[in-house]
């Protein structure tokens, strides 16, 4: 009996302790917590955002909509925190007070950029503030610094002059230098660097500047071939400053008294006379009535000494022109199926050659001529191989020209064997200097011209395959013209002018 007893307490005990439990858990009271997050910046709503509370409850993430929802989170007071990749973390306090009620939030996140810092301003360094005889070519270089490490600079190099309204502007440098090429002589420059960290506005450094150093004493022009680019360089005899002038430019011709430098362009398909300064500045179109014959490249032209006129052909009319571009006037007309390719003006401005050729730059002529168009003499006379670089000696008594002595002929103007011909006036006689000099053996001598001083003579050398490397060559004269040296100059060059 006393064991039934305490059975029935032990057994009426549980059923209270039970029954206190279920009406405590019953009496837990919830509701519903809702939200939205957007971008501070924008308002757009953001996805992905983890959605946590302390006290810890459910842990969500927002959806495409940038919404979330807690369901069944217990009354109370919270600290909601809401975390995304490229955003700044934010909490903030919330209060569920009552039972089954549906709680909205809204949240707003920064770009974590927001709290980025600026870089500082660049600091330039070489070339120094001020400095003048700077070279063409300069490597820029400058100081800058960003606190916050993991940022990507980039800059952007300005250089402006005190010329022009030309501005040199270089994008996205990623180191703290930068080479610039081709500045031009005589000039003060204006430098400035601008960096940018992708995040911030770009910081802009001052401004500084430099003077480069005065045009070069050249007397050396010539051509390059760079990659089918025909480039207009000077250089001086040693090979040591070589300048580039201008590009898509070929047949320079110098004269000293007018201080510039002439050459030929294509404009709009057609071939046209160019003045520049020695530096390349100013240029300037001479010529209207385009210069004009067989091919582009054979082309030739000639200033008189005094700098101030220009003869040139377009296709069977000879003309000269004033430099400036005026007075344009016809001197002579070659006979018909003839095209004066090429020309030059004595010395003492009281003859002209011109070379004539047919529609295929064979049976080609050289004749001396006054200054009406006049024919003085014949130097060739239909000849049936190539012909060209034409050129006067200074005190007139001597002429040289290149001629094809294999008299080959073909629809791509080949040559196979061109010779340096010495003609003297006085005597009517011809000299094969490039049989005297040792030309090599399947070689064409191209664009032969007079040094200033008549003891030299320069002109281009190149196999007569047709596509190899053309390179400058200068024999040096002699009284007897016996056992002529010649030496190699430059190499990738061609067209020749010395002044």
Known sequence: MKNFLKLTIILVALFSLFSCREDLISKTKTATLRGVVTAKESGTPLSNVRITTSPTTEAVTTDASGTFEIKDIPLGDY???AEADGYVTKAMGISIKTEGQISSVAI????????????????LITPANNTVDQPLSINFSWNCSDPDTKDILKYTLILKNSSNTDVIEINDIKEKNYEVKNLKYGTTYFWQVIVNDGVNTPVYSVSNKFTTSNSPLNRLHYVQNNNGKLTLVSNN???????TLKENAWRPRKNNSANLIAYLKSVAGDIHIFTSKPDGSAEFQVTKIPIGGFNSKELDYSWNQGGTQLIYGSFDKLYKINKDGTGTTLIYTAPAGEFITECDWSYDEAKIAVKTNNINGYNSNIRILDMVGNVLTTIVNNSIGAVGGINFSVDGKKFIFCQDVSNYQDSSYRQLDTRIFLYEFTTATLTDLSDLSKKTLGTNDLDPRFSPNNAEIIFTNTSNDGISTKNIQKISLDLSLQNLQRTTLFTNAEMPDWQ
């Open 79 to 81: 600290s909601l925190k």
């Open 108 to 123: 707003e996140l920064l770009d974590d950029k927001t709290l980025n810092s600026s870089p500082a301003i660049p600091d």
């Open 237 to 243: 005899l040693e090979n040591t400053n070589l300048f």
